[in-house]
Each structure stands twice: as structure tokens, then as C-alpha cells.
């Protein structure tokens, strides 16, 4: 069983709106229409959604996902101005980002930079997931500039970076990303594991954790190792299989599709605290 790292219960400190959803990445809109659909529903507590058309932003601007994206924008606009009420569309989520596959530091800083422009020119993305970060120490300055010159194609305020490394990263990465995924898997590896003392020192909003084929009657206790590691973002699926080759958004994909107890994992977390 996993240890506390932190007493009392994890809430976000002020501006992030809580504990709330971060989604890997759905099917294709025409696939998923429901579970784009729900990311605007009125209440849903998200924080961000991975868009990723063919392994990142595809040849040419997709309509289908040019719609989805457009409603993504117009929901967080109009909570940040304050046209819906701020638990309607959380003000500090609903972001949309961007897949850059890094295929663990193999690929070119060139073909990174040209998808991320793609993304940013076609579906104006509000961050970037990085997909597949590296994790080792040797390669963080590598990592560290791709931030940096993402943040400078981002603007004025930098906007958001999420580091894919899927597992505990060298600590040096926390200075590099607005949030980690330090944990992408099954339920069955996710009960037992442990979190990394040096993750302590920051607040639960650096963290996320995705697990899929956790069963219903293990999801408040889901919830509540999240919630003991210090992890504000969360995604769990009561789906099986595992990712794929190349974009791994196919039916095998435990996360390209809703969790049959979405409405419950919603109302759990809607409040801003994971029980």
C-alpha cells in the first residue's frame, strides 16, 4: 500500500480549481463524440485534454477536431470572464494540449518544433503534452530546451507543459514541466506502488497519475492513493488493454474512451477534494 507523503487531505493550493481531470488523449472526434462532448458539460472539473490526430497534429487541419477545439476555447473563455460560474468550467482548466511524442528522446528537435507550430497555428493548443519524456538525468537538458522554446511559441504566459514520463523522473524534470505524470498504468501495479520522497516538497497541482482497469468497487480506494501521493490531476478507467504502436489511440487504448463510472468519478471530485 502506498504511504502518505503529505498529512491531511490534498487540495490544490488557490487559482488551480482543485483536484480534476487530465485526459491522455480520446479517439478521434468522430469516434468519441460523447466523450469530447462531455469535457464541456456544465461541472465536468478539468483540467486538461490531449489532442492528437496521427501520432501529433496530422498533415492538414482536421474539421472535426478544429470543432472540438473551438469548444473547448469558447468554455474556458467564458469562465475566465466570468460569463459562467467558476465551478460551471474550472477558471485554471479546460485546457487543450497538444501531443508531441518524444519516443523517449529520440526524436528531432526540428520535427518537434514543426509539430508543435502545427498544433499552435491549426487548433491554437494551450500547452503541449509531451509524450514519452525521457526520465534519466542525461537527458534533461535536452528536455529543458525543448520547454523552453515551446514557452517562447506558447507567449506571454508560457502556457502549460505536461511531462509523459509515466513513471518518477529524475527531480530535476520538476523545475522543467508545470506538471509530471508520474504514473500511467494498470490498476493492478498502481495499488501497490510508491511515490518518491522527493516529490514532497512540491504541491499536489506538479503531479498526475493515469491508471486504467481499475473496477468500480476500487475507486474510492484509487481516489485515495492519488490523493496520499500528492497527485491533484488523476484519470481512471474501469478499461483494460494497453496503448499500441504509433499514436496508440485505436480501440485497444484503455483511454481513448469514457469509464463507465465517469458521472460518479465526476461528482466525487466536482467539490474540489478527493475523499
Known amino acids: 500500500?502506498?504511504?502518505?507523503?503529505?498529512?491531511?487531505?490534498?487540495?490544490?493550493?488557490?487559482?488551480?480549481?482543485?483536484?480534476?481531470?487530465?485526459?491522455?488523449?480520446?479517439?478521434h472526434p468522430l469516434l468519441a463524440p460523447a466523450e469530447w462532448a462531455e469535457l464541456t458539460r456544465p461541472g465536468t472539473p478539468l483540467h486538461w485534454a490531449v489532442l492528437d490526430i496521427d501520432n501529433g497534429p496530422g498533415s492538414r487541419p482536421d474539421p472535426h477536431c478544429l470543432e472540438v477545439a473551438g469548444r473547448l476555447r469558447n468554455a474556458r473563455a467564458r469562465a475566465l470572464h466570468g460569463a459562467e460560474p467558476l465551478d460551471t468550467v474550472r477558471a485554471a482548466g479546460g485546457r487543450l494540449l497538444g501531443r508531441l511524442d518524444l519516443a523517449h528522446g529520440v526524436r528531432l528537435f526540428a520535427e518537434l518544433l514543426a509539430d508543435a507550430r502545427s498544433f499552435l497555428d491549426w487548433y491554437r493548443v494551450d500547452g503541449f503534452y509531451l509524450d514519452r519524456c525521457p526520465s534519466d538525468r542525461g537527458e534533461l537538458p535536452g528536455v529543458r530546451r525543448l520547454t523552453g522554446t515551446l514557452r517562447a511559441l506558447l507567449g506571454t504566459d508560457g502556457g502549460h507543459l505536461v511531462l509523459g514520463h509515466d513513471t518518477h523522473p529524475y527531480p530535476g524534470y520538476a523545475e522543467t514541466g508545470d506538471q509530471l505524470v508520474?504514473?500511467?498504468?494498470?490498476?493492478?501495479?498502481?495499488?501497490?506502488?510508491?511515490?518518491?520522497e522527493w516529490t514532497a516538497a512540491y504541491p499536489p497541482e506538479r503531479f498526475a497519475h493515469l491508471v486504467h482497469g481499475v473496477p468500480r468497487t476500487h475507486l474510492e480506494e484509487a481516489m485515495r492513493i492519488a490523493r496520499w501521493q500528492g497527485a491533484a490531476t488523476i484519470f481512471f478507467t474501469d478499461r483494460g488493454g494497453a496503448p499500441g504502436p504509433g499514436n496508440g489511440r485505436g480501440q485497444t487504448d484503455p483511454f481513448a474512451t469514457l469509464p463507465k463510472y465517469w458521472d460518479e468519478i465526476v461528482s466525487r471530485i466536482g467539490p474540489g477534494l478527493l475523499e
Open 1 to 27: 500500500m502506498p504511504y502518505l507523503t503529505r498529512p491531511g487531505t490534498a487540495r490544490c493550493p488557490a487559482g488551480t480549481g482543485g483536484p480534476g481531470l487530465g485526459i491522455p488523449g480520446y479517439a
Open 182 to 196: 508520474t504514473f500511467r498504468g494498470a490498476w493492478s501495479d498502481y495499488r501497490w506502488s510508491q511515490v518518491a
